[in-house]
């Protein structure tokens, strides 16, 4: 037997699995950086593609601070500090910092707290963005899509707009990070939901690891650019929640340097698909709801076989999602199939519709098994089956599949993306 521990929850999930049909596929380990905070300020005072940002802030202007909600790893009381020094000639009043919500609940105040610390969360404004409220929005026109651009009046109107995040791969835009700080993080509902309607779901490219010629990554950077960003500040983390790189500058400059970095330790090739992938949803955080454990579903997807099973580990401590429509949509349709074919004949797009689009695409091709701490109901009624032990699955699957079934573990899942490698 072979032991393994799989990101579950704060405290990880120990699984024990036969040896010799075992693959485990995990990120290139990469220690964290000696010196976060030097490396921090040196990305700072040595941007890539524009000047330091100390340079050109002065205490006359307006500044806004974009930083990831609760459902992303960002150590933003790490970051935060290093930024803050660098525009201190700015008084604290004319900063404002935005949670980048998109369409996810605001966090709380204790919540806000533990993200930014108490010094930074007391002394300066934050502001929630409200998707929903479109009277808190400006509108910058359309997209080369056609697409509406509605963001957040407190960011379009500041002097000065800085972008902060973390970047990893991501499921249908390619990577996270840069652009995606703007689009979905500080944008209308209506914006959202064209930029994730079923037709960009659906496209080849729109996937893990593509931002060129993925049509939902370029509509976002598009916006992006087109609200005048001065200055992007993003990171790089290991599994230990470790900073590994910086990259700050130019929006397009640094996150491409962001993610040229992130391919080299996080995609990883395989030869030949699997019948059983056991992943997770990174841990806390990111494994808060079910809602979000798609992403982990969808990284296993990319190597199991047709006809195989997915068991995803997510702890799901904070329910199935954030909004209802989430499981109302989940329940509007007999089977994956048809749920899919649902979506592309609708001709609205509703909220929660393109994780919902993901899911069922994922399951017309293979089993998906959740073990979590919900209620088995919540779990079945999202069109889920339950897997209340992982070893216990897995010996079940194999006596259907075969005692030589080939199982690939992702044990911190997302965060490492496998991808057939093409044949020789």
């Not at 695409?361 to 209340?388: G, H, I, W």
């Not at 079934?405 to 899942?413: M, N, Q, S, T």
Request: glycine share 8%.
């Amino acid at each position: 037997m072979i032991r393994v521990k799989v990101a579950y929850g704060r405290e990880g999930l120990w699984v024990d699995l036969p040896a010799d049909n075992v693959t485990v596929v995990a990120p290139n380990y990469l220690p964290g950086l000696p010196d976060e905070q030097g490396a921090l300020r040196h990305a700072l005072r040595n941007p890539q593609g524009t000047t330091p940002v100390a340079e050109w802030v002065g205490p006359q202007d307006t500044v806004a601070i974009v930083f990831s909600d609760l459902t992303r790893p960002q150590p933003r009381r790490r970051m935060l500090p290093a930024l803050l020094d660098e525009i201190a000639a700015v008084p604290p009043e004319r900063i404002v910092l935005i949670n980048a919500l998109g369409t996810h609940r605001p966090n709380t105040s204790a919540e806000l707290v533990e993200m930014l610390g108490r010094e930074i969360a007391g002394k300066y404004r934050i502001v929630q963005h409200n998707a929903f409220d479109l009277g808190s929005h400006e509108y910058l026109g359309r997209t080369t899509s056609g697409h509406d651009i509605w963001i957040d009046s407190a960011y379009v109107r500041a002097d000065v707009k800085i972008l902060t995040g973390f970047i990893e791969p991501h499921l249908f835009a390619g990577f996270s990070g840069g652009p995606k700080a703007v689009l979905p993080g500080i944008a209308a509902q209506a914006s959202i939901l064209a930029n994730h309607s079923p037709g960009m779901i659906a496209h080849p490219r729109a996937t893990w690891g593509v931002t060129e010629g993925n049509p939902i990554w370029e509509e976002m950077r598009e916006v992006a650019l087109r609200t005048g960003p001065a200055f992007l500040y993003n990171v790089t983390l290991n599994r230990d929640q470790q900073i590994t790189g910086a990259f700050a500058g130019d929006l397009e400059q640094a996150h491409k340097a962001g993610t040229d970095f992130v391919a080299t330790t996080a995609m990883v090739p395989v030869q030949a698909p699997f019948d059983i992938v056991i992943t997770s949803n990174s841990g806390y955080p990111l494994d808060l709801n079910l809602y979000q454990s798609i992403k982990g579903v969808s990284a296993a997807a990319q190597i199991v076989k047709p006809g195989g099973a997915i068991i995803v580990a997510a702890e799901c401590w904070s329910g199935v999602a954030d909004h209802a429509q989430y499981s109302q949509l989940l329940q509007g349709a007999p089977s994956p199939e048809a749920l899919l074919a649902q979506i592309h004949a609708s001709g609205e797009v509703i909220q929660d519709q393109w994780q919902v689009q993901v899911q069922a695409q994922v399951q017309a091709r293979a089993e998906v098994y959740v073990k979590s701490s919900l209620p088995a109901a919540d779990v079945e009624t999202a069109m889920l089956r339950v897997c209340n032990s992982v070893e216990e699955m897995v010996a079940q699957l194999m006596e259907r599949l075969g005692p030589d079934a080939a199982i690939c573990v992702l044990p911190e899942g997302p965060m490492t993306i496998p991808y057939l490698a093409p044949a020789a």
